[in-house]
């Protein structure tokens, strides 16, 4: 492997499975896996796109890895996170907090009842 080549992200599919049940337990869009066309046109492959969190374009959430993968979503717009294990099986409540301090930015009318924008600390 050159020393430009990037390594390969490994998907964790607990965490796709468990972006996919806050989905449909919190009535938020996700779309999850998600790949993303980097600005030199490469497809990257995340865990989930959390819509109307995180920025206007949404989150792009990944796995916590041991290179940085960041540049690419932020270089396309996008909100970056990168999960640890404890995304891995679906929390309620873990998963409001991280959706509140992530913030909506969707319209008024779509917000969820549940969101309050509280910030994590």
Not at 18 to 28: E, R, V, Y
Not at 90 to 113: C, H, M, N, Q, V
Request: proline share 4%; aromatic share 12%.
């Amino acid at each position: 492997m050159s020393n430009l080549a990037k390594p390969h992200r490994q998907l964790d599919a607990d965490i796709v499975r468990a972006w996919l049940t806050a989905s449909g337990d919190l009535g938020i869009k996700v779309t999850a896996p998600f790949t993303l066309l980097t600005p030199s046109g490469e497809a990257e492959t995340f865990e989930a796109l959390i819509h109307e969190f995180g920025g206007p374009k949404g989150t792009v959430a990944g796995r916590v890895a041991a290179h940085d993968c960041r540049k690419s979503r932020t270089e396309c717009g996008y909100y970056a996170s990168d999960l640890s294990d404890s995304y891995r099986n679906y929390d309620r409540a873990l998963f409001i907090a991280t959706l509140d301090d992530w913030k909506w930015f969707g319209g008024d009318k779509e917000r969820p009842s549940w969101y309050t924008g509280r910030n994590w600390s």
